[in-house]
């Protein structure tokens, strides 16, 4: 199985247009340290590559990663398809991005495809342009594409909503928010990436167990720290995040496990955002660490 990491920042980016944090300031100061919105690529076969979520940044993720660029001829694209593990914003803007292409398959659960669907009227905006193919995200396991060796399921996570769809009805049953297993049957590697984490759910720890690599949500550093930055007046779990660090962080998790674990979706107030931060110091003491943007990993 061959990941290719193409964005490891939260909503926003870093630096985000608004903001001039310490961390918006750093990444304006030193271009090396910019992030584009947590993204992951997926190979499904010799030609073809599946997109973890369709962030705002897809056309210059997809710019920046060579064996993600077109063919010679008429539009001929690796990009096969997308997987989305929500409906939130930061998530699924890129998909309207795709309107170049012939067909847009998508992956995702069904509160999330209705979500798309009915509230942000997705179908309607893009199928004047393209064809869009839902297929549905499961828990149980299937190919990623006809014929590929890599599987993909979905492990629930939360019923966390976006905004947007808060008050919806849709109608459709299952998870808002899933981490997704990629199982290579040929190799044995396996993979879990979770860039959005509310709650630690049995299924979670189960999922995290077995694999041996670990992409998980470091969108804040401790529970208080969206409140101390002065940008919201809730904690990082009232946000739907669990924190890193402190008594219920994830580290004290992923610490005891034997898989790689790598963090992602890091906000511009995190910390760790400057690479001369301490915190840095204090992950790689447990075995952890922050996947850099670009990163190839094979398992």
Known sequence: MQLRVLGTAAGGGVPQWNCACPGCAGARAHPDRRRRHASLAVRADHDHWYLIN???DIADQIEHTPTLHPDPGARRTPVAGIVLTDAELDHTLGLARLREADRIEVLATDPVR????????LDDVLTPYADVAWRELA???APLS???DIEISAVPVSAKRPRYAAGSRTGATGP???ALRLHDRRTG???LYAPA??????ALQAAVADADLVLLDGTFWDDEEPRRSGFATRTATGMGHLPIDGPGGTARRLAPLAARCLYTHLNNTNPLVDPTAPQHQELAARGLAVAAEG???AL
């Open 189 to 191: 590697g396996t993979a």
């Open 146 to 148: 006809a014929g590929s």
């Open 197 to 202: 984490l509310a709650d630690w759910p049995d």
């Open 114 to 121: 209705a979500a798309l669907r009915e509230r942000l009227r």
């Open 54 to 56: 369709a962030t705002p």
């Open 139 to 141: 828990a149980a396991p």
């Open 176 to 178: 808002w928010v899933v």
């Open 295 to 297: 990163m190839e990993i």
